[in-house]
């Protein structure tokens, strides 16, 4: 694969901003990020910590402008990350220190809570620019989610208070299997430029996915053919909807057998709307795993529009080759 969406930042980039969400995952990160501050810093890295995301978009912003800026350092989960990327300026990179309870994107990138790794991935300065997707306005880096999966999303985060674990899913999940009604989907796909064009044809569905980054809890893959870097999201709908198709459905994932059944759509696509088949029928969607509001949601491809940080492990592994000269 070609690297020419990668380079490597330019020595002048020695600011580094890290942005730590204290309730991320099941502990207090707070020493384990201050870690990695030392071993910035260690490295001739200006670090600022902060778990203020007024001021992280300020300095961002500030920082980036001036040429300066190495990273924002997304110290969190997936929400973390998410939320670090529509806040700061297009083209400031991030990179991902997880400490989150899934950590699907850093598990992406063969991340993990080693301060010493992540300090030398930021050292190194591989940076790529990698798709994303826009959801009714607001930018998602891994998937947006319309079914069950939003509807738990959507009860945990109704009821939580502080640091969540994995056992934080388990009311959630049960309260869903009991009252979720697996409401009718009406799903758009369009194929143009930037999501231009006409819808096609709708598909009739219970469960629907808008992938970009192939990883979901569990270690999923819902769209085997997505990736971050071929500009185009992937679709992933699910016809039926009750519990007993839901197992089914997970053994085929689980099995990567689901894309040759006859209830399975899948489409590489640059735009999706997804709406309730039936008017006044209430249903929610999540983005990366955060509640996102109710249907309808309508979403278009971002191409290129995150700047990250990625290991040259992680490059070799995803086949890219990343250019020898140059720094920008």
């Not at 819902?222 to 699910?238: E, K, N, R, S």
């Not at 007993?244 to 735009?271: C, F, I, K, P």
Request: aromatic fraction near 6%; charged fraction near 25%; include cysteine.
């Amino acid at each position: 694969m070609t690297g020419s969406r990668f380079h490597r930042a330019s020595a002048e980039r020695q600011h580094v901003i890290v942005s730590l969400n204290p309730k991320a995952g099941a502990r207090d990160g707070e020493r384990v990020v201050r870690e990695l501050v030392g071993e910035l810093r260690g490295r001739g890295m200006e670090t600022f910590l902060t778990t203020d995301i007024d001021e992280v978009t300020e300095l961002a912003g500030d920082l980036h402008a001036q040429g300066l800026l190495r990273a924002v350092v997304a110290a969190g989960g997936d929400g973390t990350v998410n939320l670090v990327a529509n806040r700061i300026p297009s083209g400031a990179p991030v990179a991902v220190f997880p400490l989150g309870t899934e950590n699907l994107l850093a598990r992406y990138l063969t991340l993990k809570t080693d301060p010493r790794l992540v300090a030398e991935m930021i050292a190194d300065g591989w940076t790529g620019r990698l798709d994303a997707g826009e959801a009714n306005g607001r930018t998602f880096l891994l998937m947006a989610g319309c079914g069950f999966d939003a509807e738990v999303v959507r009860r945990l985060d109704a009821a939580r208070t502080g640091h969540i674990h994995h056992l934080s899913y388990a009311k959630p999940i049960l309260d869903s299997i009991r009252s979720y009604r697996y409401p009718a989907l009406r799903v758009y796909c369009r194929t143009g430029e930037m999501g231009a064009g006409e819808w096609g044809e709708p598909i009739a569905a219970r469960w629907a996915f808008v992938v970009n980054i192939p990883r979901y809890a569990g270690g999923l893959n819902l769209a085997p053919g997505a990736t971050p870097t071929d500009g185009l999201l992937h679709v992933a709908t699910f016809r039926d909807g009750s519990i007993w198709s839901a197992v089914r459905y997970l053994y085929g994932v689980a099995l990567q057998q689901h894309a040759n059944w006859d209830d399975v759509e899948m489409s590489a696509v640059t735009g999706v709307r997804i709406e309730a088949a039936d008017e006044g029928e209430e249903a929610p969607y999540q983005l990366d795993g955060d509640p996102g509001g109710e249907l309808p949601l309508e979403v278009r491809v971002l191409s290129e529009q995150l700047t990250l940080l990625v290991p040259s492990k992680w490059a070799d592994r995803e086949g890219i080759v990343l250019p020898t000269d140059g720094a920008n």
